[in-house]
Every structure is written in structure tokens, then in C-alpha cells.
């Protein structure tokens, strides 16, 4: 079987309504700040990709630039990135010496394998077989399973931005968007109908969106005010000008709403089904954590989902911060299927 690997090279036309919006809700944030009760913030990782690979984004945001903020959100994934969350272009999940074919097969197996965790493939055997099969299927029979079993369209927004990954059908799916499907229909599964979700760190906006297809919910992503235009820009192109709220705006039916981070401060005790961090606590720093994790337990009526890495070190992993920062009990903890080094656990707040 060929697996097909390939790029969509979107071009997106200029819209200075959106790109105001977007600056607004920025500003509106930063000067909500001054007045807001924000931890001081020690060095971390996100200081790092903002002040070194976000300059050009922060000098025209600086300058009230919505054409040269336009210029960079646009070109987001065309070129490589060594860190991940922000774009579906090429990072540092795979080696940069990797071939396209190398990068197309291991796509292509993490595809399978959330075919295998939801249900929609059997679970193979080495010991008595059949094994090796699944892999064996054509992507357009494992994606028409896995839709069957979760019952929407999976398609990919594969035309807002830059889109490198694997070609299923008239999708291009990159892992992003596999690692996004794979915990939005665990959300689903813990969630009621119109459930309220809280995700700090929202990244690109595909876990939001893929949730929202699964299930109709009130939905809110709490983030860096310069992450919240970056997912703000994809979301509003992705979903509609009128299906996202950006801070600042009043339009309290839209599908999901983006916040700064610090207000989880002004969310009411117990009012919020669902928390959910994926691959963001590691690489926050320890104040901002304690911040956010209790703050979580908090707003929380029941549940928090993590999906996050462990490499860091046993003091710098999610069950270590639960301990040290609250009273939550984990109820399971599992490896994440379809990523490596990830684990997956549910906290009873």
C-alpha cells in the first residue's frame, strides 16, 4: 500500500474586520492585566518561543499592524518549527532528516491506532493473530470506520493554514489532528449535552473544534492573550466570525470562547463539567502552575482530563502538581494511544 503524503497551500484572503477584532481582544486583555491578581511568573519554555520565535507577530501587534499580523498568522506551518501545538506544518515530532515517506507511515499508524482506541478497529494479537492486518487496511476504510464509530465527519480543516500530513480521501490529516479527535471523543464520553469545558491552553483551536462536532457545548479556551490570536484567527476562519467570542466581545452564543489565562480567576466555584489540559502543564513555570491547577480544582463541579508527556521528571509531571497543589484524586491513568510518551488521566476533583 502507497501512502500518499502531501501540503495544502491555502490562500487566505485579507479581512481587516477580523484582524481588528483580533487586535482588540488583545488589547483588551493587556489592559485587563494591569489590574488583574496574575502570579509573577518565573522563565519557561513559553517565554522562549514568544520572545524569540513570535517577534515578528508581537512588533506588529505593537505597532497596531493588522496587515503584517495577517502576513504571519497566515504563514504559520509553511515553514519548519521546533516546537509543537501552534501549527500543522512540519516540527519537532518528527527529525528534520525524516523523508516525506517516513513521516507519511508514522501518520498513518497513529491513525490506526485511534481506530483501535475507539473502538472502530479490534484490538490485534501477536499471540494467536490475526496481527499486522489493521495497517494493512486503505486509510479511506480506517477513516469511514472510525467515523462510523464516533458518528461525525472527521474532515480536516486542512484549508486555513499550511497543512503538511497524510492524504485520506480529500483530507489531509496531520497528527495534530489525530491527537485532537482522539481526546475530543474522550470528552465526549464524559461530558453531558451542553456541557461547560474549560481548556487551558488551547493551542490551534482543534481540540475546541472537534469537540464541538462531537457534542454541543459551552466552550472556553484560557491561554497567553498572544496563543488566544493565534487559535482566535484559526477558529474564526474555521468556524464562522459569529461562532467565536474573543475577549473583550459580547456573544455569549457563539461555539467557543477565548480568554487570558488569568481569569479562570473569575470563574464561580463548581460551575464547569469538564477541565482539560493537553500537552501544556509541563511547559508552564511552577507559579503560574500552582495558578492554574488550583484554580481548575476550583471551577471544577467533577473531572479534570490530562494529556501531557512525563520526560521532565517526576516533579515536573501533572500527577506530582495534583499532589502538591490539591485535594484531586485520580480515578485512571493510562499511556496515551497515539502518541508516545504521553499519558492520559482523570482527576475526581
Known sequence: MELQYTQTTPVLKYDPELMDRLLAAY????????????????????????????????????????????????????????????????????????????????????????????????IENPESGPYESNIRLSPEIVLAKIEAQIGVSLSPPDNILTTFGIKVGSGVYHYRHINAIYAAQMMANLLPDAGRVVEVGGGLGLLALYAQRMKTLDYSIYDLPISGMISGFFLLNTLGADQV?????????????????????DISTNSVDLVVNQDGLNEIDLVTVEFLIQHMERVTKSRFLSLNLETLGEDRRVAAYVRQFTDMKRLWRSKTWVREGYVDELYEC
Open 27 to 122: 488589547r483588551c486583555a493587556q489592559e485587563h492585566a494591569k489590574n488583574a491578581d496574575i502570579p509573577v511568573a518565573q522563565s519557561d519554555l513559553w517565554d522562549l518561543i514568544v520572545d524569540q520565535e513570535m517577534q515578528p507577530l508581537k512588533t506588529a501587534i505593537e505597532a497596531g499592524d493588522t496587515r503584517g499580523m495577517f502576513d504571519y498568522l497566515s504563514r504559520i506551518g509553511k515553514d519548519y518549527a521546533w516546537f509543537g501545538g501552534l501549527t500543522l506544518g512540519i516540527d519537532g515530532y518528527t527529525p528534520q532528516h525524516w523523508t516525506t515517506g517516513q513521516v507519511a507511515e508514522l501518520y498513518w499508524e497513529k491513525l490506526v491506532l485511534l481506530g483501535e482506541a475507539c473502538g472502530a478497529l479490534c
Open 245 to 265: 467570542c474573543l475577549f473583550g466581545e459580547d456573544r455569549q452564543k457563539a461555539a467557543v470562547h477565548i480568554k487570558p489565562f488569568w481569569t479562570l480567576a
